[in-house]
């Protein structure tokens, strides 16, 4: 190859990188987002002129406080807001409204704009749902109550004889079954409640939850447990607002997600309200 072709072929080697050095894993077939595009009077939202987001009910904390999204208290809800006033949305004129985590990403149309649930981003998910550029990296918690056989673990390979519970469909259960692997079946629970309630009844030794909500449940919900450790999910644990699948609103909320990221106000709501994340040990 002679020098100019090669110089060429640089040139285009070295296009096509910073062309892929954007906001990793966003989904969605809509076309370019501009701040022309992203209005109020352009989106074609799910109730004319309103924003709709949804959750699931209960709403935990440090996500949500006191139960209520529409408070603004809390990372999600924060979050949320910040996104819809990304796009021009005064306060009153988002609403919020209830979708169960495991049904949040099956295939079909949605009755809101977008969901923030701690959804991880999954190649499964991708196939039917859109994602927006992650506004979170989430590791993984081991909870255990004081007395537990897993209580003591320095290590997952020391988990391995524990019983431990999981939410389904959660990037929680593909944590434990490819990091830990354990012996004995994984328990697994339909909905966060039901895993709380199996770790307070001595139904398994321990449960595996993201960082966060492992800090709610020791505080809160479960006295006398314990972070056992912490470690990352496989291939990490991003999330992001989910949307239908198509939706000409994900270009939009992910130019909404990388602007609040550029201008700092992404890393401030999470060191508002994610900072004590960071402390639980971490798990080899």
Same mark, same amino acid.
């Given at each position: 190859? +002679? ?32 701040? +022309? ?23 935990? /904390? /440090? ?13 999600? +809800? ?104 354990? +012996? ?101």
């Amino acid at each position: 190859m +002679s020098r100019p072709l090669i110089a060429i072929a640089l040139v285009l080697a070295l296009a096509l990188l910073a062309l892929g050095c954007g906001s990793s894993k966003g989904t969605g077939s809509a076309g370019p987002a501009t701040a +022309s595009s992203c209005t109020p009077s352009q989106l074609d939202t799910h109730s004319k002129g309103e924003l709709t987001i949804a959750t699931d009910k209960p709403a935990y /904390p /440090p996500y949500f406080i006191d139960d209520e999204p529409a408070n603004g208290k809390g990372f999600e +809800s924060a979050v949320g807001y910040a996104i819809g006033k990304q796009l021009g949305f005064a306060k009153a004129k988002i609403r919020w409204t209830v979708e169960p985590f495991n049904s949040s990403y099956a295939p079909g149309p949605k009755d809101f704009d977008f969901d923030v649930n701690e959804i991880s981003i999954t190649p499964v998910r991708e196939k039917a749902v859109d994602f927006s550029t992650p506004y979170y990296t989430a590791n993984q918690a081991v909870v255990a109550p004081h007395g537990s056989p897993a209580a003591g673990a320095k290590s997952l390979a020391e988990l391995k004889d524990a019983k431990i519970g999981v939410q389904i469909g959660t990037t929680s259960l593909e944590a434990v079954e490819e990091k830990i692997d354990p +012996s004995s079946e994984i328990q697994v629970f339909n909905s966060s409640s039901d895993v709380v309630t199996a770790l307070k009844n001595g139904q398994v030794d321990a449960v595996v939850v993201d960082v966060p909500t492992a800090l709610y449940v020791t505080a809160v919900q479960v006295p006398g447990s314990t972070i056992v450790g912490q470690f990352p999910a496989p291939g990490g644990d991003q999330w992001g607002a989910l949307l239908a699948k198509g939706s000409s609103l994900t270009a939009c909320v992910s130019r909404a997600i990388d602007e609040m990221r550029r201008s700092g106000e992404l890393a401030q709501l999470n060191r508002q309200w994610m900072s004590k994340a960071a402390g639980a040990p971490e798990l080899g």
